[in-house]
């Protein structure tokens, strides 16, 4: 991390902010805080921030904000303050392990080096196994003096109920529309995203669904050609043969593509959706029916295929013929 924005300068989340800051004044900013709701709004650059302004040297010219650009703001962006550390998955594990939260337990057992408080930032906190929930736990039920401990997730129902218990649960909403543009337009890939046309930046934020990080991976990837290319692969769906079916299924099947068609098959669904329930006139029930156990079967499909890990070129031949044959095809 070699940049981080200040509160201040973080868009949207005004009443968690508001909340933080007072807080902060009050000179109580707790022990344990649990930060929880949807992916990619900004729940751990919040928990940097609050981070940053708790240990600023000129907190009080800065506000209740910190000022980002003394020698601790600056360690605190950098991750290499001695009071502060991240506890994130291990690479290549997909669990967060007991002995990195028996390790936290001993990184609050030393007094501050620099800070007035010890903090961790444990970041998807709901991926802990359950030894190391337990061994969390422990440190929750007496949590050492000058000691902050800030959980992040998106899944905050997974996490023990005797944790939950013990923290300062902050609920983080989805960005609006506007804070979602303002942000992407104000980061680094900002012009970038300028230069794309209305139409394409508004399906790009659409596909990301609020999460910034989503849309950024979107934007960057071709995603206007790749959503007008899926588009027309759709509109001649019904009279392309069995054989162009599997080979347009294996063309989207690689990972770095999976992820993008499964987000515009929803989009394509939720249109054709929209477009076939407002229909009026006879004949038209069978239509709307078939269309609806469409789109519930293949949504199903699409969450097995991320739970379980299912081939990703067999999902998407199933998902292609149902859909050609709902639309008159033979195959």
């Known amino acids: 991390m070699t940049s981080l924005l200040t509160l201040d300068q973080i868009i949207g989340h005004a009443s968690v902010l508001a909340h933080l800051k007072r807080a902060m004044a009050d000179q109580h900013p707790g022990h344990a805080h649990l930060f929880f709701g949807p992916p990619g709004v900004g729940k751990a650059t919040v928990a940097a921030a609050f981070v940053q302004a ?16 003394c020698p601790t703001c600056r360690k ?52 802990m196994n359950e030894a190391a929930a337990n061994a969390l736990l422990k440190t929750l039920e007496e949590p050492p003096a000058r000691s902050l401990l800030i959980l992040v997730t998106r899944q905050a129902g997974k996490l023990l109920p005797t944790i939950r218990s013990r923290c300062l649960k902050t609920r983080f909403s989805r960005l609006a529309q506007e804070d979602v543009r303002r942000i992407l337009l104000s980061g680094a890939a900002g012009a970038e995203l300028a230069a794309l046309e209305e139409a394409d930046l508004q399906a790009v934020m659409a596909a990301g669904g609020g999460n910034v990080g989503r849309i950024l991976a979107f934007s960057q990837g071709d995603w206007p050609a790749l959503r007008r290319q899926f588009r027309q692969e759709m509109a001649i769906l019904p009279s392309v043969s069995l054989g162009q079916l599997v080979g347009l299924a294996e063309q989207w099947s690689p990972p770095e593509r999976f992820a993008f068609v499964v987000v515009l098959l929803r989009m394509w669904l939720q249109e054709r959706l929209h477009a076939t329930v407002s229909q009026t006139g006879t004949g038209e029930g069978a239509t709307r029916e078939g269309w609806l156990k469409a789109a519930f079967w293949i949504e199903q499909l699409l969450r097995q295929a991320a739970i379980v890990n299912l081939n990703r070129r067999l999902v998407l031949e199933a998902v292609f013929i149902r859909l050609a044959r709902l639309q008159g095809a033979s195959c």
Not at 80 to 85: Q, T
């Open 76 to 127: 605190v962006a950098q991750g290499n303050h001695g009071d502060l550390v991240w506890v994130t998955m291990g690479e290549g594990k997909t669990r967060i392990g007991v002995e990195q939260i028996r390790q936290l337990a001993g990184f609050f057992a030393l007094t501050p080096m620099e800070a007035p408080w010890k903090v961790a930032i444990l970041d998807d906190a709901a991926s």
């Open 54 to 69: 708790l240990f600023c040297q000129k907190k009080g010219a800065a506000g209740d904000s910190g000022c980002g650009q």
